[in-house]
């Protein structure tokens, strides 16, 4: 089943998909989870990581990319860059444990390739990641229980249980793309579009701190309510949030880095008032701009200088 053009999951409304912000455990290639649905992240959602997600027990429909269809125990699909999905059961009140989710930054796994050729796997598999992979048959169960065995067990036996569920993945006889090419070609030229209008923001703000969001949104041709929700659904924060980091960082580099006086740093760093940029930077870094200024100082005197060379 595909969606219709009116479809709130269409192509041309790929905007209001929720950026799933997804932090990796330390020392852990991966992330691995069980979740009960419903769930406050189970939306309409996209991240830069792939995702396999398998469902053991329940029945719902299956959202991927422009694809609905009904998923059934046993469900287990690949998900690959940006690919926004959801699974929905209706009408349930509560499935303890309905999803296992395992996510991973395939792109930085791939760039290991040379020094780890087992990881060669996933640049097969990224072709068809685009469009999201259903595994079929009983391979997918298969599949499912070594996910289910994964979620026990950390460290170097889940890598390398990890790289099994890869390759069995790739090697199943039986499996599908979900997304249309169309959908893909589409929502990728407007991810792109956004993604590269939020990458110029970015660059904006940390050259000059003090913009102001209307002029960033402007300059990188989006109205300010647009440009604010495409900046926190790619940023995982909220556009003063961000900037606030960005003009507490310039104060710091200028606290650190030079005799300035203070009151000229919170307004060199984009602050309106003292007393905002005494709050904020406290909130940031813990320490008052005075107190950081001496604290740099200090490490600066206990750094040994590196030794002359000299030359005949």
């Known amino acids: 089943m595909r969606i219709s053009s009116d479809f709130p999951h269409s192509v041309s409304d790929t905007y209001t998909a929720t950026r799933e912000q997804i932090i990796l455990p330390d020392n852990m290639s991966y992330l691995i989870r069980r979740d009960d649905y419903p769930n406050p992240i189970c939306i309409?959602?996209?991240?830069?990581?792939?995702?396999?997600?398998?469902?053991?027990?329940?029945?719902?429909?299956?959202?991927?990319?422009?694809?609905?269809?009904?998923?059934?125990?046993?469900?287990?699909?690949?998900?690959?860059?940006?690919?926004p999905h959801n699974w929905i059961t209706p009408g349930a009140p509560n499935l303890p444990g309905r999803d296992l989710v395992l996510q991973f930054d395939a792109d930085t796994l791939m760039q290991a390739r040379a020094i780890c050729p087992e990881l060669d796997v996933l640049h097969r598999l990224k072709p068809m990641s685009r469009r999201g992979i259903e595994i079929l048959g009983p391979e997918a169960i298969d599949i499912g229980e070594m996910i289910v065995e994964l979620n026990d067990h950390k460290g170097a036996v889940g890598l390398g249980l990890f790289l099994?569920?890869?390759?069995?993945?790739?090697?199943?006889?039986?499996?599908?793309?979900?997304?249309?090419?169309?959908?893909?070609?589409?929502?990728?030229?407007?991810?792109?579009?956004?993604?590269?209008?939020?990458?110029?923001?970015?660059?904006?703000?940390?050259?000059?701190?003090?913009?102001?969001?209307?002029?960033?949104?402007?300059?990188?041709?989006?109205?300010?309510?647009?440009?604010?929700?495409?900046?926190?659904?790619?940023?995982?924060?909220?556009?003063?949030?961000?900037?606030?980091?960005?003009?507490?960082?310039?104060?710091?580099?200028?606290?650190?880095?030079?005799?300035?006086?203070?009151?000229?740093?919170?307004?060199?760093?984009?602050?309106?008032?003292?007393s905002n940029f005494n709050r904020y930077f406290r909130m940031e870094t813990g320490l008052t701009p005075r107190d950081y200024r001496t604290a740099s100082r200090i490490r600066n005197k206990s750094i040994v200088p590196a030794p002359e060379i000299r030359t005949r």
Not at 52 to 81: E, N
Not at 176 to 190: D, K, N, P, Q, V
């Open 44 to 83: 309409w959602n996209y991240h830069p990581e792939w995702e396999i997600h398998y469902i053991s027990d329940a029945a719902g429909f299956a959202y991927v990319g422009d694809y609905v269809g009904p998923f059934k125990p046993g469900h287990l699909v690949l998900t690959g860059t940006n690919l």
């Open 164 to 274: 099994e569920i890869l390759n069995a993945i790739e090697a199943a006889p039986r499996k599908r793309a979900l997304a249309t090419e169309h959908f893909i070609s589409l929502y990728g030229e407007l991810s792109d579009k956004r993604h590269r209008r939020i990458d110029q923001a970015i660059q904006i703000l940390q050259s000059r701190p003090d913009t102001q969001m209307q002029e960033v949104a402007e300059t990188v041709g989006l109205d300010p309510s647009a440009f604010s929700r495409a900046f926190r659904r790619l940023t995982g924060m909220t556009f003063s949030t961000y900037i606030r980091s960005v003009r507490v960082w310039r104060a710091r580099t200028l606290l650190a880095e030079t005799e300035m006086p203070i009151t000229d740093i919170c307004f060199e760093a984009g602050f309106n008032n003292l």
